[in-house]
């Protein structure tokens, strides 16, 4: 997160970043979209939860690549040699256990080896200390319906501010739209 960016969501390029909490997909996918080239979402097998091509934004899912491990190990394998090829725009993996400090340096060194971004979608306090921002996201009940309304933090970052946002995203949307707590009537403040 350059201080001189006005993009609060861009991600620093071939590094890793983290993203938690029951918002992390709707995240996930956002960033997904937002990079070009392969994006590859590394799994555990046992997953319940797959992305469904029609609710993705725009040619994404042309782009997306399913990679299904059945170890934590070959998780984190698939992910450090998918940082490194030079092919692939951005990689998600979603480790199941907290990523060791070792770990998360590997998968730095990856990153930056090849030149790639990627998220680790991780469980509450899962996270590494050598990442470089960790983001916190969550949905808030929508004023209306048909409405996806989300809160997202950063809670980590090593080059800059911290911060929070209320936003709307739609996946067939290309920019979401900031709002303003006053926007979500009935929402108690300890809700965002």
Not at 49 to 62: A, M
Not at 131 to 149: D, F, I, N
Not at 161 to 179: E, F, K, M, Q, V
Not at 180 to 186: I, M, S, V, W, Y
Request: charged share 20%.
């Amino acid at each position: 997160m350059d201080p001189d960016d006005t993009d609060p969501f861009r991600l620093i390029p071939a590094r890793i970043h983290e993203a938690q909490g029951q918002g992390r997909h709707v995240f996930a996918i956002f960033q997904a979209a937002r990079h070009g080239g392969p994006v590859f979402w590394i799994r555990p097998v046992r997953s319940r939860w797959t992305p469904y091509p029609g609710g993705l934004p725009k040619g994404l899912p042309g782009r997306l690549h399913l990679v299904r491990t059945r170890s934590e190990t070959d998780l984190l394998w698939s992910a450090e040699e998918t940082l490194r090829a030079a092919p692939a725009g951005f990689v998600l993996a979603e480790p199941e256990r907290p990523l060791s400090l070792t770990a998360g340096r590997r998968l730095q060194l990856a990153a930056e080896s090849g030149g790639t971004t990627g998220l680790m979608l991780i469980r509450e306090g899962a996270g590494s200390n050598a990442t470089e921002s960790r983001w916190h996201c969550a949905p808030v009940p929508a004023p209306q319906r048909g409405m996806a309304t989300q809160r997202w933090t950063l809670v980590k970052n090593k080059r800059g501010l911290l911060g929070d946002w209320l936003l709307d995203w739609c996946p067939h949307d290309a920019r979401p739209r900031l709002l303003d707590a006053a926007e979500l009537p009935g929402v108690a403040l300890n809700q965002l």
